[in-house]
């Protein structure tokens, strides 16, 4: 193929590539899963195509910088994909907008292993030998119910496929590019307050009201003023490491042009789904505090379910009881959080009662909506119980920006770091991500559970 075709294959797919993207976004939705795979595949035949013109152009050996050509926004691209029009969420594209020098600083360490240091670099410095990744701090955007990003970041401010080790991903011919799973839904982030730390933090909490008193009439007698003073307490946000390490060979590394992109993708999202399942169910010990069991206890006692037909009724009741339990304060900005499965079986209960009027609604948007509420999913949410169970806790309501806070040490992001030398002698290469996070319920009523047993 003469190279000035390839040019031009290579400028129709990116049009095509874009225009997939482009009307996903004027639409105001994601992309279907035809779309994205045929975004994937437009993207792969790009790839392919750019290594072809580089080598007849004489590009320089295989590298991170060659493989990305210094645009870090196609390690969530996928490699040589087009880049994402404007209006969608492109994190490390808009970090290097941002702060080119620093972008590319980080270019050059990662792609030397960790040996090529600059003055630039120390903008993103962390104490410890690491530096932040470009536009990490955007890969944990906040979410609304509908799985659209939010406004903020935080409060305030064809075939083939890679074992564990890699190897399959050596096989010819390849895909240059690694087809990733998507993240499992993780509700309890996108829907709490989440705010930037430098320290331990303590907050202040009202745990009891002051109380007043009739005052007599002071006549020859002196009546004096009654009552007792409010009650106060505090949480304490501290900082716990989370992290991981993704080790590799030099080998594969020069082999696999996109492997470097892959590793990066996927210790971001291992970041994310173990934080989530810390915010669901820690235990508050050298770890954050979940949000499960650390409520308030909505009407006080389970709903038990039978598998008979009246466990339809009993699980909508369930949901209109807690609404009542919740304060009136907290009620504009309530929501609801709850497992995929959960959701499903409250739509299913609505159809076997046959309601006059809905419960589940969705919005134009995507929003799904329980009693007129947002809904956010969470794959830690406890599954409802189908076998003898003295209690547990599905379903939760309540405004968690008021009830739930979390901290994260340092800013937005996750650090990064090049560990070459402990591995060098094995021909290996590490990549160490990691950040600090903690969370507290800082106001137990703010938030409403419901507790089902099962007979």
């Not at 030099?250 to 173990?274: G, S």
């Not at 189908?386 to 994260?408: Q, W």
Request: aromatic share 8%; with cysteine.
């Amino acid at each position: 193929m003469k190279l000035q075709d390839t040019l031009q294959e290579i400028k129709a797919l990116r049009d095509e590539a874009s225009a997939i993207r482009a009307r996903a976004a004027s639409e105001g939705r994601e992309c279907r899963s035809d779309e994205h795979n045929a975004y994937n595949i437009k993207a792969g035949r790009i790839m392919f195509l750019e290594d072809e013109v580089r080598n007849v152009q004489g590009s320089p050996p295989n590298s991170l910088i060659r493989n990305i050509g210094g645009d870090f926004s196609k390690l969530l691209t996928g490699g040589g994909g087009t880049a994402t029009p404007t209006g969608t969420f492109n994190p490390l594209n808009l970090a290097a907008t941002h702060n080119p020098e620093y972008a590319r600083a980080v270019h050059a360490f990662v792609a030397s292993g960790g040996k090529a240091l600059s003055d630039e670099l120390m903008a993103g410095a962390d104490g410890f030998g690491g530096f932040r990744i470009p536009g990490s701090e955007l890969y944990s955007r906040q979410r609304n119910a509908n799985g659209g990003f939010s406004a903020a970041t935080y409060e305030g401010t064809p075939q083939g496929g890679s074992t564990t080790a890699g190897g399959y991903a050596v096989s010819v011919p390849t895909l240059q590019q690694v087809a990733p799973l998507a993240l499992p839904d993780l509700g309890i982030f996108d829907a709490s307050l989440v705010i930037p730390t430098a320290t331990a933090m303590k907050i202040p909490q009202q745990t009891a009201f002051g109380t007043s008193a009739l005052k007599a009439e002071s006549t020859s007698t002196i009546a004096t003023f009654g009552g007792t003073d409010p009650t106060l307490g505090q949480v304490e946000l501290d900082a716990w490491m989370v992290g991981a390490v993704r080790v590799a060979s030099w080998e594969l590394l020069q082999d696999v042009q996109f492997f470097q992109q892959f590793l990066v993708d996927d210790l971001l999202k291992a970041q994310r789904i173990l934080e989530g399942q810390l915010l669901a169910s820690g235990t508050a010990s050298s770890q954050p505090q979940g949000v499960f069991g650390n409520t308030g206890t909505g009407v006080g006692t389970a709903y038990q379910l039978t598998g008979g037909a009246a466990d339809a009724t009993t699980l909508l009741n369930s949901l209109f009881d807690v609404t009542a339990t919740l304060k009136g304060p907290y009620q504009a900005n309530a929501c609801w959080i709850m497992s995929r499965a959960t959701g499903l079986a409250i739509r299913r209960a609505q159809m076997q009662t046959n309601l006059f009027a809905p419960v589940v609604t969705t919005d134009p948007d995507g929003t799904e909506r329980i009693l007129g509420k947002p809904v956010f999913y969470d794959v830690n949410a406890p599954a409802l119980p189908t076998a003898t169970s003295s209690g547990v806790l599905p379903i939760l309501y309540g405004d968690f920006k008021a009830g739930y806070i979390v901290g994260v040490r340092g800013g937005e992001g996750v650090n990064v770091k090049i560990l070459d030398q402990p591995l060098a002698t094995q021909g290996q290469l590490a990549i160490l991500a990691y950040r600090r996070i903690d969370a507290k319920v800082r106001l137990s009523e703010a938030v409403q559970s419901v507790k089902i047993s099962h007979s």
